[in-house]
């Protein structure tokens, strides 16, 4: 049974002018010149004065025509990719990354991508390999769509990466409906790290029936990272996942959880490890979790446990 995002609009095709910028950053991070990039695909950055808003599709796929014409890296695609910020997608991030694991948050973002652009949309579906997550962009496959439909496979897995918490995820192939690029695509190879393959039906990412039940990291285990180094802020946290700080308090208080009891919720599972697992003194273990004095680690472990922590080390190894 294939999930399926909406489809698209009738509206313009477009997309967010956020592309265009950081397509116009890595491209002076190689040495051309914004400028001329600019006005041989008729972009007026101008126009955005704070690169916000949507981008005719035409123009932007102007742009990477432009762009590729002058730098001729078939691995420009992937170097964009390469400079994925979670906070760019605002709140398909947040959806993302508040899900149980990744195919609740794939179908979470497939519902809401409209938010993010009209012109595309992602489909999930079963298939004897494994499980497919297709970018479905209708049109063309010209040099501009083309760079368009690589990066977005790209970002796709660069942010499945980062909401899973696994740096070195991969797929486990990565197919492109257009015909290969004569250049070398050492670059693709690399960063996707399987196999690719061209000429396909469809632009997707293969993934394995398991990679959809790999959890999230939840803002849980933000906190939990964190807290081994000092007691995190509701920014610090935010700032680690990638999203706002006043769209995570809104967030967490819409599923009843404020900030505060995830924090005391962490403290009380790495007070247990540690009095379980180390060999930390009690009062080293309150400094560690952040308590003014061992008194009151002491009334907060009662709290959580009914018993001292004293009492709790004891029964742990004799239990072990």
């Known amino acids: 049974m294939a999930l399926k995002g909406q489809g698209l609009s009738r509206e313009t095709p477009s997309a967010p002018v956020a592309i ?8 002076s991070r190689q040495g051309l010149n914004r400028d001329e990039l600019c006005c041989g695909a008729g972009f007026e950055p101008a126009a955005y004065s704070l690169k916000l808003g949507k981008l005719p ?3 932007l796929f102007a742009l990477w ?5 002058r730098l001729r890296d078939p691995g420009l695609p992937v170097a ?16 993302a990354v508040t899900s149980s694991d990744l195919e609740s948050a794939l179908w979470r973002v497939m519902r809401f991508y409209r938010l993010w652009t009209n012109s595309s949309w992602w489909e999930l579906r079963r298939i004897d390999s494994g499980v497919a997550l297709a970018f479905v962009q209708p049109g063309e496959s010209r040099l501009g769509e083309r760079c368009d439909r690589e990066f977005s496979l790209a970002e796709m897995t660069n942010a499945i990466r980062w909401v899973t918490g696994h740096p070195c ?21 690399v960063f996707f790290g399987s196999g690719l393959r ?5 632009n997707e990412l293969v993934l394995r029936e398991s990679d959809l039940r790999l959890p999230m990291m939840r803002v849980k285990q933000a906190i939990l990272e964190q807290l081994r180094r000092r007691v995190p802020s509701l920014q610090d946290v935010s700032r ?4 706002g700080a006043r769209t995570l308090r809104r967030r967490l208080s819409e599923q009843g959880r404020p900030f505060k009891a995830l924090i005391d919720e962490a403290r009380a ?6 009095l379980e697992g180390s060999r930390h003194t009690i009062q080293e273990i309150s400094h560690l979790l952040g308590f003014s004095q061992p008194s009151a680690f002491h009334r907060a472990f009662k709290r959580w446990t009914r018993e001292s922590p004293r009492r709790f080390r004891v029964r742990a190894r004799l239990g072990s």
């Not at 409906?177 to 250049?183: F, G, K, S």
Request: charged fraction near 20%; glycine fraction near 2%.
């Open 198 to 202: 061209f000429h396909a039906p469809h």
């Open 80 to 95: 964009l990719a390469e400079t994925y910020q979670p906070e760019l997608y605002g709140v398909l991030s947040l959806l």
């Open 57 to 59: 599709l035409p123009a």
């Open 269 to 274: 599972e790495l007070a247990r490890q540690y």
């Open 65 to 69: 025509e432009a762009t590729m014409a």
């Open 240 to 243: 680690q996942l990638g999203i």
């Open 169 to 189: 995820w991969t797929p486990s192939e990565v197919r492109f409906a257009h015909p290969r690029p004569e250049a070398s695509l050492r670059r693709h190879e």
């Open 20 to 27: 265009a910028f950081r397509l116009l950053d890595e491209a």
